[in-house]
């Protein structure tokens, strides 16, 4: 199969202010499109079925797993996420760029599933800024965040996994050092 289209992967632990840098990222290079996952976690307040995510129960999550629907799958905080290889690869042969936002386990198994792809990985400026962060969201509670924190220490120990890391500490310089990393994989399109 002919890959036109470019991939990019983008991971953090969260906190760190990756939905803000997709989000912006997104704006700025209206050629990428967000790959929307599927989970079986509960929407949030505000979250749109088939736009955040496509939000499926566990039943139906594991007959894809059963029928290698997905491209990578994991479990992360306790829910389910996938994303669908048919999805995927028919905007690959369209010749669209993705941005696949996905934890560490899945950016893994799409690497080593061959795709060529640009992996970013997102850094809070320290483990006690990322737990305030978490804290004053108020979207988790007590438990989940303690979830949260260990899985942030696991995944911030493999960045060097990915080919860029950057360091959210000012929004707006993060912001910048993303859509520089944007534009220069996208100049060889
Ligand atoms: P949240 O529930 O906060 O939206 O996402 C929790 C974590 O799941 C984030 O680290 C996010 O990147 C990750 N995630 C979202 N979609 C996928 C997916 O399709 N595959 C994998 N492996 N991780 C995902």
Redesign the pocket.
């Known amino acids: 199969m002919e890959k036109k289209g470019k991939l990019f992967v983008i ?2 632990p ?1 906190g760190a202010g ?1 939905t803000t840098l997709v989000r912006r990222a997104l704006e700025q290079f209206p050629q990428l499109s967000y790959s929307v ?3 079986t ?1 509960n929407p949030r307040n505000g979250e749109i079925n088939g736009k955040d ?1 496509f939000f499926i129960n566990e039943k139906e999550f594991q007959t894809l797993v059963d029928q290698d629907q997905w491209i ?3 479990k ?2 306790g ?1 389910f ?3 669908s290889r048919d999805f995927l690869e028919k905007k690959l042969i369209k010749g669209d760029s993705l941005l ?4 560490i ?3 893994k198994q799409i690497m080593e599933a061959g795709f060529t792809l640009v992996s970013i990985f997102i850094l809070p400026p320290s483990i006690e800024i990322l737990q305030q962060r978490l804290e004053n969201r108020g979207t988790d509670c007590r438990a989940v965040i303690l979830q949260r924190m260990e899985n942030a220490l696991v995944e911030i120990d493999q960045q060097s996994v990915y080919d860029h890391v950057i360091v959210n500490d000012d929004i707006d310089q993060a912001i910048a050092d993303l859509h520089l990393i944007l534009e220069n994989e996208m100049r060889f399109l």
């Open positions: 991971s953090a969260s990756k996952s599927h989970t976690r995510y990578e799958w994991a992360v905080h829910n996420y996938g994303t696949l936002d996905i934890d386990q899945g950016a």
